[in-house]
């Protein structure tokens, strides 16, 4: 009989997500989980224990669209024992999990009472943009909830990078061959009765110029093609 777990806990990072040679999606998450339990007639916190967890498929899709660092989940998988060695020469272990689903649990209440979690719930969302270069093709400001934007991002070859916010073509594809996917991106976008901002800038990183830190997904200060919207099926 295979051993089965669920775990209740919170994303330490954003997921890491991929997609193997196989074309097979994958996501990794780390989450770490701790009980509640009343010792001298308090109700105190254990300390926390970490899982690795690893999702395939349509599963993997669907965590790295909608979780983000923080999210509680509850994971439902397969336990598996790893043994490591670590740098002092002692041997450790880890609990890794391949899970079948990771569903978000829902802490609107938290939320309510001034988590740090509702920023990102509250913040204006910024209307996608593409950023188009000779050395790299990236969109920033695509909403966690636009789910058809995503998938055709993904058709066409983007992946999701957490440390910049951005869907990205591999740093290794020919400019000719981005271009083609950015085309194909447009075209199915504009099918659906929408268009999507270009500019020819970088993604701006976090630096001081003046005084002033621009982030990724500000507005740039290059050209920018900007196509007025039709009427049609939101992305």
Do not use: C
Request: glycine share 8%; no cysteine.
């Amino acid at each position: 009989m295979t051993a089965r777990i669920s775990i209740d806990g919170n994303l330490v990072a954003d997921p890491d997500y991929g997609v193997g040679d196989s074309g097979k999606s994958w996501a990794h998450l780390r989450v770490a989980s701790h009980e509640r339990m009343r010792r001298d007639g308090e109700w105190v916190s254990t300390d926390p224990e970490f899982y690795n967890v690893t999702l395939f498929g349509a599963a993997a899709e669907t965590a790295a669209n909608t979780l983000h660092k923080g999210d509680r989940v509850n994971v439902q998988g397969r336990p598996q024992l790893e043994v490591f060695d670590r740098r002092d020469g002692s041997t450790g272990a880890s609990i890794k999990v391949y899970a079948r689903t990771a569903v978000p649990v829902d802490t609107t209440s938290d939320r309510d009472t001034g988590s740090l979690e509702a920023g990102p719930e509250t913040a204006p969302v910024e209307a996608p943009r593409i950023h188009h270069t000779p050395d790299s093709t990236s969109v920033v400001g695509v909403a966690r909830g636009a789910t058809a934007l995503q998938k055709i991002l993904k058709d066409n070859g983007f992946r999701w990078a957490s440390a910049t916010s951005s869907w990205n073509l591999p740093k290794d594809m020919d400019e000719h061959t981005r271009t083609a996917r950015l085309s194909e991106v447009l075209s199915t976008v504009r099918a659906n009765g929408r268009d999507l901002a270009v500019t020819n800038d970088p993604i701006p990183t976090p630096a001081a110029a003046n005084g002033v830190t621009t982030t990724a997904g500000a507005a740039p200060s290059g050209t920018v093609t900007e196509v007025p919207q039709r009427s049609g099926r939101s992305l």
